[in-house]
């Protein structure tokens, strides 16, 4: 796997090991925040009080509340990219590929709620989203399955077409504005991966 891909797991580079835990536990109070009471409740006061830290702290090492949200989206970024390179089957290895490929897209959708209105917050670029490392990374992961489960055609394509299928933004649509559970996206993912990989 590329190196700038590799980059966006762990601790930051050179970042001393309190630091590093500091921010850990700054952006898992940032996490809890939002998944007890939505990202519009996150606040530099909310995280430093649920960290147990002075306000300062939070605004030294993120620079502002959309700092923070960035921090935090590569913050699960981090952890669902950990999941899937070393955790264990089947969203890890040893499992059969398109076992995977559905272990993958169903940890991405568990985390979508969340991510997209996080992202929402942060304004995060459209731009670049593509570009991006950790978007890169989980293009290469399914990629790599497909290529395992040996299925035909342009594989490139096809990975693009299935992560479209989770992208944050379509499926908070989905279940915000059309009345669809996440179960049932879930389900549909599942549904049109087996179908792909025929």
């Not at 306000?55 to 935090?72: D, E, I, Q």
């Not at 890890?92 to 398109?98: E, F, I, K």
Request: net charge negative; proline share 5%.
């Amino acid at each position: 796997m590329p190196d700038r891909m590799l980059h966006t797991l762990g601790d930051e580079p050179g970042e001393r090991s309190d630091a590093a835990r500091n921010r850990r536990l700054l952006l898992d109070a940032a996490e809890s925040l939002v998944a007890e009471s939505g990202p519009d409740c996150v606040t530099m006061d909310a995280v430093a009080a649920k960290a147990g830290v002075g306000k300062g702290t939070v605004f030294r090492r993120f620079g502002s509340r959309s700092g923070l949200m960035r921090a935090l989206l590569d913050h699960t970024e981090r952890q669902l990219q950990n999941d899937f390179m070393f955790g264990p089957p089947p969203l890890g290895p040893g499992a059969d590929p398109v076992e995977r490929i559905v272990a993958f897209g169903l940890a991405r959708l568990a985390q979508v709620e969340v991510e997209g209105e996080v992202r929402r917050a942060a304004d995060a670029s459209q731009e670049l989203r593509y570009s991006h490392p950790a978007h890169m990374l989980s293009h290469a992961h399914v990629a790599m399955l497909l290529r395992q489960a040996h299925i035909a055609g342009n594989i490139d394509l096809l990975a693009d077409y299935l992560l479209g299928a989770l992208d944050a933004g379509l499926v908070m649509h989905q279940t915000k504005e059309r009345g669809v559970s996440l179960g049932q996206v879930s389900n549909s993912w599942e549904d049109l991966v087996r179908r792909v990989t025929r």
